[in-house]
C-alpha cells in the first residue's frame, strides 16, 4: 500500500522557519501531485500549497511569499520550506499525494505533523 511519512514539525518562535518533508512509498508511479493542507483548531483542513509533476506549484494566499514547495527526484518526496512563521500558521499538517495506481487516481494521507508557532 502507498504510505506517506511526515517529517519536519515542531516548535518554533514567530519570524523563524521550518522544513517538512513528505515521501511517498509504495507506489507503481510517481505522484501526479503533492500537496501540503493544514487544520488548525476549530478550523476546516486547508490546501496550503501543492507541486504536481510537472513542476507546477499552487499556494495558499496566506502563504505566497514566505511558504515554497518543492519536489524531488525522483518526485517522490515533497518539501515545505516555511519562513517568517507566524503564530496563525499554527496547526497540523497533512500531506497529501495523488496517486495513479492501477490506472485509477487515489489521495492518499500523512498522519499529520503538529507546527505550533509562539508569538
Known amino acids: 500500500q502507498v504510505q506517506l511519512v511526515e517529517s519536519g514539525g515542531g516548535l518554533v518562535q514567530a519570524g523563524g522557519s521550518l522544513r517538512l518533508s513528505c515521501v511517498v512509498s509504495g507506489s507503481t508511479s510517481s505522484p501526479t501531485a503533492i500537496g501540503w493542507y493544514r487544520q488548525a483548531p476549530g478550523k476546516q483542513r486547508e490546501l496550503v500549497a501543492s507541486?504536481?509533476?510537472?513542476?507546477?506549484?499552487n499556494y495558499a494566499d496566506s502563504v505566497k511569499g514566505r511558504f515554497t514547495i518543492s519536489r524531488e527526484d525522483p518526485k517522490n518526496t515533497a518539501n515545505l520550506l516555511m519562513n517568517s512563521l507566524k503564530p496563525e500558521d499554527t496547526a497540523v499538517y497533512y500531506c497529501?499525494?495523488?496517486?495513479?495506481?492501477?490506472?485509477?487516481?487515489?489521495?492518499?494521507w500523512g498522519q499529520g505533523t503538529q507546527v505550533t508557532v509562539s508569538s
Open positions: 507541486i504536481s509533476s510537472s513542476g507546477s506549484s
Open positions: 497529501n499525494a495523488l496517486v495513479r495506481n492501477f490506472g485509477i487516481l487515489v489521495n492518499y
